[in-house]
């Protein structure tokens, strides 16, 4: 069964750092591209970031709202994903998903959620 | 950025009957070397990670059933629910997954009269 399941997250205040990750299982993680969304009652499903794989140099790519503060990682060896968040917001209240980018077809797994509560 | 806007924002619709939610996208996300709309549909239900149903606008994802579907081309995509039934209510969101920033719609929520 292909898994990917998320740990981190919980209350943070405003400027604090948060690290999410997430481990995949039942499939083979180094050949994906992977990201993370993020869901807020207010404005929905909002893409975060993404790290590509090895061929392509993990390259990394970032929502501007996210740029700069955020950086996503991955340890192939680990099947290991991880979000580290700096200078976090208010805004970034959420829950965070990590999401297996499939080959053209969109998000087609997904962790359970992991819920960043950004608060004084 | 590619705006994906979705109608309507919500809608009500009978047990059994056919519920239509509409996407549009400010540009086109039709990827050329392949050419498919790169363009997806994800249902949404309280307490779970969202689900994909459809991808490249019309595909249904394996195990989704076959009351969902996708269509649509160039920058208007419609999902279509037949014969809707009670475990349908949920928000709806396209996503398009063209270009970066990969973008969603705002979402529609479905609710079962």
């Known amino acids: 069964e292909e898994k990917l399941v998320q740990s981190g997250g919980g209350l943070v205040q405003p400027g604090g750092s948060l690290r999410l990750s997430c481990v995949v299982s039942?499939?083979?993680?180094?050949?994906?591209?992977m990201d993370w969304v993020r869901q807020t009652p207010g404005k929905g499903l909002e893409w975060v970031g993404r790290?590509?794989?090895?061929?392509?140099?993990?390259?990394?790519d970032y929502a501007a709202s996210v740029k700069g503060r955020f950086t996503i990682s991955r340890d192939d060896s680990k099947n290991l994903l991880s979000l580290q968040m700096n200078g976090l917001k208010t805004e970034d209240t959420a829950m965070y998903y990590c999401?297996?980018?499939?080959?053209?077809?969109?998000?087609?797994?997904w962790g359970q959620g992991t819920l960043v509560t950004v608060s004084s | 950025d590619v705006v994906m806007i979705q109608s309507p924002d919500s809608l009500a619709v009978s047990l059994g009957e056919r519920a239509t939610i509409n996407c549009r996208s400010s540009q086109n996300v039709l990827y050329r070397p392949d050419g498919n709309e790169y363009l997806s549909w994800y249902q949404l239900k309280p307490g779970q990670p969202p689900k994909l149903l459809v991808y490249w606008a019309s595909t249904r994802e394996p195990g989704v059933p076959d009351r969902f579907s996708g269509s649509g081309s160039g920058t208007d995509f419609t999902l279509t629910i037949n014969r809707v039934q009670a475990e349908d209510a949920a928000v709806y969101y396209c996503e398009q997954y063209y270009s970066s920033p990969y973008t969603f719609g705002q979402g529609t929520r479905l609710e079962i009269k």
């Open positions: 999401v297996r980018a499939g080959y053209g077809k969109g998000y087609d797994r």
């Open positions: 039942g499939f083979t993680f180094r050949i994906h591209f």
């Open positions: 790290i590509k794989d090895k061929p392509n140099d993990y390259g990394t």
